[in-house]
T-cell receptor
Framework: DSGVTQTPKHLITATGQRVTLRCSPR?????VYWYQQSLDQGLQFLIQ???????AKGNILERFSAQQFPDLHSELNLSSLELGDSALYFC???????????FGPGTRLTVT | EDQVTQSPEALRLQEGESSSLNCSYT??????LFWYRQDPGKGPEFLFT???AGEEKEKERLKATLTKKESFLHITAPKPEDSATYLC?????????FGQGTRLTINP
């Protein structure tokens, strides 16, 4: 158990809908990262927050957004969902940039 | 952009048969190379961090080594429970850039 929690475990929704994925980092970690894992793309970095502020951005679609709250939990919002958004979404946390990242169990999103 | 290539894509071994997984990388100034283990449908589990050429880390049947261009994950006398996908990643700024992984199967 990494200490990172994610909810929900599974999410099934229809195209065009909006969903919110939630992540709580390990106790004491200030950085939260979001990754997307699909069969053909592997693990791809989406975005990082550090202590409530956006720190780095990957190839995150404009339909996706994230935030980190004062209690350090983070939410990833996915809107106008398409079939191609079906994937595993992982959250990871670390003490700061440049240290090892610990991953949560993931949320499996299926868009039908 | 940094690149990470892992080989082989898949490897099937008999229990007790030692082998190595390869991770080659191109990066301007290595800040860290990370190995993770991932079981199907689960999150990656952190194994090792290596920072400089010549560094080695060990954990049970696994040993990770690092050169200037590649890293190896040596697995000695593996057991069926070592079956998983092993991911290598390099740090690029704040993010990790992952390879596609090596899917390791250990047959009893």
């Amino acid at each position: 158990d990494s200490g990172v929690t994610q909810t929900p475990k599974h999410l099934i929704t229809a195209t065009g809908q909006r969903v919110t994925l939630r992540c709580s980092p390990r106790s004491g970690d200030l950085s939260v990262y979001w990754y997307q894992q699909s069969l053909d793309q592997g693990l791809q970095f989406l975005i990082q927050y550090y202590n409530g502020e956006e720190r780095a951005k990957g190839n995150i679609l404009e339909r996706f957004s994230a935030q980190q709250f004062p209690d350090l939990h983070s939410e990833l919002n996915l809107s106008s969902l398409e079939l191609g958004d079906s994937a595993l979404y992982f959250c990871a946390s670390s003490a700061g940039g440049g240290t090892e990242q610990y991953f949560g169990p993931g949320t499996r999103l299926t868009v039908t | 952009e940094d690149q990470v290539t892992q080989s082989p894509e898949a490897l099937r071994l008999q229990e007790g048969e030692s082998s190595s997984l390869n991770c080659s990388y191109t990066v301007s100034g290595l800040r860290g190379l990370f190995w993770y283990r991932q079981d199907p449908g689960k999150g990656p589990e952190f194994l090792f961090t290596l920072y400089s050429a010549g560094e080695e880390k060990e954990k049970e049947r696994l040993k990770a080594t690092l050169t200037k261009k590649e890293s190896f994950l040596h697995i000695t006398a593996p057991k069926p429970e070592d079956s998983a996908t092993y991911l290598c990643a390099v740090q690029e700024d704040q993010k990790l850039v992952f390879g596609q992984g090596t899917r390791l199967t250990i047959n009893p």
